[in-house]
T-cell receptor, first 116, second 112 residues
């Protein structure tokens, strides 16, 4: 199916465990983004990537690791999950960075992560 | 650096009434401004955006927004609310070639 998908959609884990959230897009967009959404904070950027093997920190990168070996995939890993990382995580992709003609971001359906 | 302030975390309107969602931005460079909408249990989708040119921009579902540089605002309006407009709305800003910075969101409720 064309589009942007995230897996799993729901995840419950325990403090200290490693968790990887997957993101896959079929458009061959150059840019991919990871956000977390928390009540009272809106969306905050964790990491983004301009192309394969190019990643950069966003507003709240601590405790997270990303990689991008292929254009279509952008996994997000919580190396040692903490309760403060309980959140809804959204992946997004776009052809260009804001200001470019093709800068619309397309969002996945989200992953709801609970850390006990 | 850029930032966005959305006034009102929750706005409630009657069906058929005017919708006005407020967004003020801060940017040291000419801004690019966006409104995204999030329906329950879904990801965000673009409503409209301002990059350059005409300051009144029209988007999907009858929404529009006006870029007012002197007021550093980009308020979202719709003349007549529908029940299907109930959602969370996010204003976002970029300085160009930088990632979007989102506001905290405004939840719109539409009362029959």
């Amino acid at each position: 199916d064309a589009g942007i998908t995230q897996s799993p959609r729901y995840k419950i884990t325990e403090t200290g465990r490693q968790v990887t959230l997957m993101c896959h897009q079929t458009w061959s967009h150059s840019y991919m983004f990871w956000y977390r959404q928390d009540l009272g904070h809106g969306l905050r950027l964790i990491y983004y990537s301009a192309a394969a093997d190019i990643t950069d920190k966003g507003e709240v990168p601590d405790g997270y690791v990303v990689s991008r070996s292929k254009t279509e995939n952008f996994p997000l890993t919580l190396e040692s999950a903490t309760r403060s990382q309980t959140s809804v995580y959204f992946c997004a992709s776009s052809e260009s960075i804001p200001g470019g003609g093709t800068d619309t971001q397309y969002f996945g359906p989200g992953t709801r992560l609970t850390v006990l | 650096a850029q930032s966005v302030t959305q006034l009102g975390s929750h706005v409630s309107v009657s069906e058929g009434a005017l919708v006005l969602l407020r967004c003020n931005y801060s940017s040291s460079v000419p801004p690019y401004l966006f409104w995204y909408v999030q329906y329950p249990n879904q990801g965000l989708q673009l409503l409209l955006k301002y990059t350059t040119g005409a300051t009144l921009v029209k988007g999907i579902n009858g929404f529009e927004a006006e870029f007012k540089k002197s007021e550093t605002s980009f308020h979202l309006t719709k003349p007549s609310a529908h029940m299907s407009d109930a959602a969370e709305y996010f204003c976002a800003v970029s300085g160009g070639n930088t990632p979007l910075v989102f506001g905290k969101g405004t939840r719109l409720s539409v009362i029959a």
